[in-house]
């Protein structure tokens, strides 16, 4: 059984609606649970059937006493419940196979206040998907495929898949490849949320390239990747400021985005010490227009550093993003983000096989950035709970 529980409050500034004296908060909550068995119905068959459900609460509200102040209230609450069935095959030292299914239910029930005109819908919808996978080798050559059906209620049904190939030029040093389609159906908050809801909002479906080359020794990994992606009814954040509020824009389909750079990440471990990296350089782009996708980075990194002491595991991380497009939607001018970067530590007690305890500081040295123009990202944070897993 797995169980995960998250309860968040936060406030903000009406971001140019209303007035400065206009109390606007609200609060995010969700909850998971899993229930899973493992069997192995024979020597090299391992069957995994997971049952789970996932709810989402989020609220948003704006109160006021100035005849200019803009009264709001939105609830939102999403349940997806799904069941999924895995088998996983060992069909010879060098070869793999997967097999399995899902189905899943989802609920949304969305409330909205504005002004005291009230409104309020139900939504559901099921889903299912099955897929299966090949993994092995033959002498220096590997090779992986993969293929999945997703059937979405009211946001259509697509087959994907996924060829890597590797070969390897030396014991250290691999030449890999692969291509790939992927299915994306709008959330159910997405398309009927009463406050920025866009019905007709269209599945993503896209096509990946890649080709890069890996480099391994003892515990060391280096790999270099170059990549490109098309997709097709791209998500993106309506521009047009007239269907947006002061919570959110609705989401549109753009007719086409691509995105194409290159990744170096490298990661090694000494004794009990674990180092991560990587870089990512890109050119996300709107196909019709040519420009920079808003929100998106051309640059960005992390590097992470972890080191185990007997039960305790001690870490520090720090990511950079550098500046991104965006616009503000109360004066319509184009804006710029700026470049930001951020470090968080992280401290772990292992108690017992099936309890841990662990906190987390985020933005340590309290930098103020936005992802979003207008709002502001977290303060140096503090974060501790439990993790308990059986």
Sequence with gaps: MRFYANDANYNFDGAGFGTAADNSFGQTKQDSVSLFMKNKIQKNWNSTFTLSQNNILSKSQNIGDDPLSFIYKIISKTRITQAQWQNDFILSDDWSAIIGGSLSNQNLNSFSEIFSVQSQSQHSRSAGSLFSGLNGKIGRNQVQLNARYDQV?????????YVGYGYHLTPSLKLTTSASTAFNAPTLARLHDEFSKNPLLKSETSASYEVGFQYSIKDSLIRLVGFRTKTKNQFASDPDPNNC?????????????????????????????????????QNPVDDSTKKILDRNA?????????????????????????????????????????????????????????????????????????????????????????????
């Design 298 to 390: 051309r640059v960005y990194g992390s590097i992470s550093l972890s080191h185990t002491v007997e039960t305790w595991r001690f870490g520090a991380d720090a990511i950079f993003s550098g500046s991104r497009h965006d616009k503000d939607y109360v004066s319509l001018a184009e804006m710029n983000l700026s470049a930001y970067s951020k470090v968080n530590f992280t401290a772990r007690k292992q108690v017992s096989k099936e309890l841990a305890v662990y906190a987390r500081l985020e933005n340590a040295f309290d930098r103020d950035y936005q992802t979003s123009y207008g709002y502001n990202q977290l303060p140096r944070s503090l974060f501790v709970g439990l993790n308990w897993q059986q």
């Design 153 to 161: 209620g009211g946001s259509g049904n697509d087959t994907t898949g």
């Design 245 to 281: 509020t002061a919570v959110s824009c609705p989401t549109i389909n753009l007719a086409s985005g691509s995105n194409q750079g290159i990744e170096l990440s490298a990661n090694t471990v000494w004794d009990k010490t674990t180092l991560r990296s990587s870089l990512t350089l």
